[in-house]
């Protein structure tokens, strides 16, 4: 083919230039280039480089526009809206965008008002995980279904309302002034479908963002390649499959003595709830289990929990020193130190000691994901969306920001929220609310809702803390602040008002049966070691 060699020389014009700058080649130029793109089986590397392909339509076959990289808006001005998606016209009801699926988006969808809205949920899962039971998955207490609940039941106009929908995809941008979210279609492990990327946008009259946060590392060395995150139902998996797999390898005939105690040691980063949760339930299954079934390793299994201060540092000082007493005696190792570098097979702390390990667990906190960080909005403290009293971004029209992803921005004057459950479910509901009165009141469309009052301002109450340290014991803490003064408990009695909280906060009966049928067979017959 004649033009070959023409393609062939401009693409080593690009490479010496490295750049390529489509409207500088000629129409013919252009048409030839482009056929021999789709022609070759295999691009040469640095042609990847520098052109790429969007899928326009996320149905059905889709036209392919070559774009240039790290040209943003080149890539979003060819990026069309889902069929359906457009838009709204007038007489169609109006279109609330929902960015994630946490206690704080699930609980926004949970109380609109669909006669009202059409709802259009974009999230990288289909689910919302009851993260205070999590920890309990890991060691078999609770199977992996009862934590997770469908979006679909959550809000039924998902999967019935023919202008409803659930898109699995991740967000890339917002174009407050075009009402516009840009995103992309995403696989297994989040990974964008097909070779180049599905993009898609969707237009709103209302958008909430609520998409959470990401685990903070602080920037240390290894901690993403080597460590396991406690913040999804996939975690929990990883968890349970790398615990059982290191027990089964260390009855292998013949494996070092050294090299048996470090496959058994687990190590917990972080004195948190979520950590010491998770150090009570592995405990619980060392001491119940592991002994009875693995009876050749049980002297070699043991847990190390790992904190730079106070393990429980929000919890009342008699419950902290509870807790540090009851964890001790069930054979958690308490270190208080820094981890300065996390290696395959051990981490080492700023005062140079080495801790090796077979299973590292990391749960020291939250911070701002690099999505949220992108966005042109203004910012609260730790780079979280800055929000109003009513939840509104400042100097943006129809965007709100709720849960671990927005925090009140300074000249409010109100103390920052703090990164939990019942912070985010509570700012969902608020918000449904609101927007279910906006609605009424006229104010649901684009641009509608400046001139309208928005009532009353959000305002957090904090109804207190719980949390199991294992074997049957529990603290509740239901003082307002660290400062204030209120009940505080520990043990027994504390462990059955945790457990009875929690299966009422359940979203739905059937996960509520799912938890309670798992915790009496579990009592029964103990937990289930297969490694599936």
């Not at 409207?23 to 640095?46: G, H």
């Not at 913040?231 to 990883?238: G, L, N």
């Not at 609310?433 to 400046?450: C, F, I, T, Y």
């Amino acid at each position: 083919m004649a033009w070959l060699p023409l393609s062939r020389r401009i693409l080593q014009s690009a490479r010496s230039a490295r750049v390529l700058s489509v409207s500088c080649i000629s129409e013919s130029a252009k048409t030839n280039l482009w056929t021999y793109t789709r022609t070759e089986s295999r691009l040469n590397s640095n042609l990847s480089r520098w052109i790429s392909t969007s899928q326009q339509s996320y149905y059905g076959s889709a036209e392919r526009v070559p774009v240039v990289e790290n040209r943003e808006s080149d890539v979003q001005d060819k990026v069309e809206c889902l069929p359906g998606l457009e838009p709204t016209k007038p007489g169609e009801k109006a279109r609330v965008v929902v960015i994630g699926t946490g206690w704080a988006g699930c609980r926004l969808m949970k109380g609109l008002n669909t006669n009202l809205y059409d709802v259009v949920c974009i999230s990288l899962r289909n689910h919302m995980v009851f993260t205070p039971l999590l920890a309990s998955t890991c060691v078999g207490t609770l199977e992996f279904r009862s934590v997770a609940e469908p979006v679909s039941r959550i809000q039924p106009a998902l999967s019935k309302s023919p202008n409803s929908y659930f898109l699995l995809g991740k967000c890339t941008n917002v174009d407050a002034q075009k009402h516009e979210v840009y995103c992309e279609a995403v696989g297994d492990n989040n990974v964008s479908t097909s070779q180049q990327n599905w993009r898609f946008k969707v237009a709103y009259d209302k958008l909430v963002i609520a998409s959470g946060a990401d685990a903070l590392t602080f920037g240390i060395h290894g901690v993403k390649e080597h460590a396991i995150f406690l913040r999804e139902v996939h975690h929990a998996q990883e968890i349970r499959r790398k615990l059982l797999l290191n027990l089964m390898l260390s009855e292998v005939p013949g494996i070092l003595e050294e090299e048996k105690s470090r496959l058994l040691h687990c190590v917990v980063v972080g004195g948190g709830p979520t950590g010491v949760e998770f150090s009570g339930e592995l405990s619980d299954f060392i001491k119940r289990d592991v002994y009875y079934r693995y009876a050749h390793v049980k002297n070699y299994i043991h847990v190390t929990l790992i904190e730079a201060n106070e393990i429980l540092s929000s919890f009342d000082v008699g419950l902290r020193e509870y807790a540090t007493r009851h964890l001790t005696k069930a054979g958690v190792r308490l270190v208080r130190g820094v981890v300065k570098d996390v290696q395959p097979e051990k981490l080492i702390l700023t005062d140079g000691s080495e801790v090796p390990y077979g299973l590292l667990v990391w749960s020291t906190g939250v911070g701002a994901s690099p999505f949220i960080k992108s966005l042109n909005f203004p910012k609260s403290l730790g780079g979280r969306i800055g929000v109003d009293e009513w939840l509104r971004v400042p100097s943006t029209e129809d965007v709100f920001a709720i849960g671990d992803c927005a925090g009140f921005v300074e000249s409010t004057g109100k103390p920052p929220l703090p990164a939990l459950a019942q912070v985010a479910e509570r700012e969902g509901k608020y918000l449904a609310d609101l927007m279910n009165r906006l609605a009424k009141m006229g104010g649901g469309k684009a641009g509608s809702s400046p001139d309208k009052d928005f009532g009353e301002q959000f305002v957090y109450k904090h109804f207190g803390s719980m949390a199991s340290v294992g074997r049957y014991k529990a603290l509740v803490d239901l003082r307002q602040s660290k400062e204030a003064k209120g009940v505080s408990m520990a043990g027994f009695v504390s462990w059955i008002i945790w457990r009875s909280a929690y299966l009422t906060r359940v979203l739905s009966w059937r996960n509520r049966f799912y938890v309670a049928v798992n915790w009496a067979t579990t009592f029964v017959f103990g937990r289930d070691i297969t490694r599936i």
